[in-house]
């Protein structure tokens, strides 16, 4: 009998951890889908590609590949960055790093109209086809500047959801993955270690800061025009309050180890696809 009353106390002791479980689980789904990180992350492919597009332009040497190379390099950048492998990764790190009330109060806010609007917003300018009208509204702050107390605010809201700190980010991992793959292109006595070009190119983070903090300003005068100042601040409320410090930096962390994920396949991919070209210009 004793025996029996013990496994029952197990039982019952091991249930709530399995309904916390299953309970943060659906949380985090849908945190997932109403913070629009599952359109953002659907949308990153196209960015990449609206880049390349431009590097292809702008780079005489990348514009000197065959015609079928730059559509392959072009082509494999859905595969490498894959929205479902990446939101695993995503939601691995979340799940690590935010308690059932931290999803809840982040929720809460992502619920809220404001929350709602925000969201929309950022949707919305994450969208391939903004930037040529992020262009545009540039020329038209050299018309009419923005106040100072804005710029102050949207500052402070760089900092608060870490705009700055992810585009870095993007940025880095693109670069680290076009020098992988140009290494892994060439014979494999001259490959040098992947650690080593990481290093090379961490070199170059400050300047890559100091752009992107700029683009970034810029951008977020864009995306949150129609916010009043009021609404910027209850947004860095939310964002500077523990559950959304958590929020954003568990997002951030783990957009960063899908992006870096995503960088190394993408690498590997132009690799072959630089080894194969190489192979067929000899034959």
Not at 5 to 21: C, E, R, V
């Amino acid at each position: 009998m004793k025996a029996k009353t013990i496994l029952i106390m197990i039982f019952l002791f091991m249930l709530p951890i399995s309904a916390h479980g299953q309970n943060q689980d659906k949380l985090i789904q849908s945190l997932y889908l109403k913070s629009g990180m599952d359109k953002q992350i659907k949308q990153l492919p196209l960015l990449i590609q609206a880049g390349i597009e431009k590097a292809f332009e702008d780079d005489e040497r990348i514009n000197q590949l065959p015609r079928h190379t730059k559509s392959a390099i072009s082509g494999s950048v859905q595969e490498a960055f894959a929205a479902e492998r990446l939101k695993k990764i995503i939601i691995k790190e979340i799940k690590t790093s935010m308690t059932v009330k931290d999803l809840n109060k982040t929720l809460k806010w992502l619920d809220s109209p404001l929350g709602k609007k925000c969201t929309r917003l950022e949707e919305a300018a994450s969208a391939p086809e903004t930037l040529s009208e992020v262009q545009k509204f540039a020329s038209q702050l050299q018309q009419a500047p923005p106040a100072a107390n804005r710029l102050d605010i949207l500052r402070r809201l760089d900092a608060a959801v870490k705009a700055t700190e992810t585009n870095v980010e993007i940025t880095m991992n693109a670069q680290l993955a076009v020098a992988f793959a140009v290494v892994k292109s060439l014979p494999l006595e001259q490959q040098g270690p992947l650690e080593v070009i990481a290093a090379q190119l961490e070199k170059t983070r400050p300047q890559v800061e100091a752009m992107m903090r700029s683009q970034t300003l810029l951008f977020t005068l864009y995306t949150y025009q129609n916010l009043t100042n009021a609404e910027l601040e209850k947004y860095i409320q939310f964002a500077t309050s523990p559950a959304g410090t958590r929020y954003h930096v568990a997002s951030i962390s783990g957009f960063k180890k899908a992006l870096l994920d995503g960088s190394l396949n993408w690498g590997e991919s132009i690799a072959n696809i630089l080894n194969q070209s190489k192979h067929q210009s000899e034959t």
